[in-house]
């Protein structure tokens, strides 16, 4: 787990963005029904804190507008249940403290275009993915995923070599 590192540069995947994200939305509203909805640091408060002192020790965020829109997706799922339908309030709420966030982190958001992300990378991994690759890339940057496949897959490409931040199914966040 981190402990003391700081990152300059991270782009930030889907899966640990948007349980920070959720994860600050219980903490300032108080829903802690909404628990239910993290999938890696679930009820373990300890993992919960450390993935937000994560987050405090990043200089510069940036993501993807897919990214964005994986979260987006999560959360039309996550609201369209009968037992959200009466959180749809809420969920506004959510993206108006989300964009919030983006503001007082300046997180940055970088377009990288299909035809100018790696081929083989999209074929096998699909362009939201191979965007973060690539963007990690261009702006020398770690990647903070919690997608072990993509990691690992890139990982045997002998590609250029990348930082990477992991948050596995335990809730660890491991720096490989």
């Given amino acids: 787990m981190i402990v003391n590192s700081i990152y300059n540069k991270v782009v930030v995947d889907t899966g640990p963005l948007y349980e920070f994200l959720l994860l600050r939305f219980i903490d300032r509203t108080g829903f802690e029904s909404f628990k239910k909805y993290l999938s890696y640091v679930t009820s373990d408060a300890e993992k919960q804190d450390v993935l937000k002192d994560c987050f405090l020790r990043f200089h510069n965020i940036l993501t993807t507008p897919g990214v964005i829109s994986e979260i987006n997706a999560h959360i039309g799922k996550e609201s369209k249940g009968p037992k959200l ?12 403290q989300t964009i919030e966030y983006f503001i007082e982190k300046n997180v940055q958001e970088e377009i990288i275009r299909l035809i100018e992300q790696n081929q083989i990378l999209t074929v096998n991994h699909g362009p939201v993915d191979t965007s973060i690759i690539d963007l990690a890339l261009r702006q020398s940057a770690i990647v903070f995923t919690s997608d072990m496949k993509l990691y690992s897959e890139y990982y045997k490409t002998k590609q250029p070599e990348i930082k990477w931040l992991i948050l596995n199914q335990q809730g660890e966040i491991l720096e490989q």
Avoid: I, L, R, V
């Avoid at 339908?85 to 108006?96: D, G, L, V």
């Fill in 85 to 96: 339908k009466t959180y749809s309030k809420e969920f506004k709420n959510f993206w108006a």
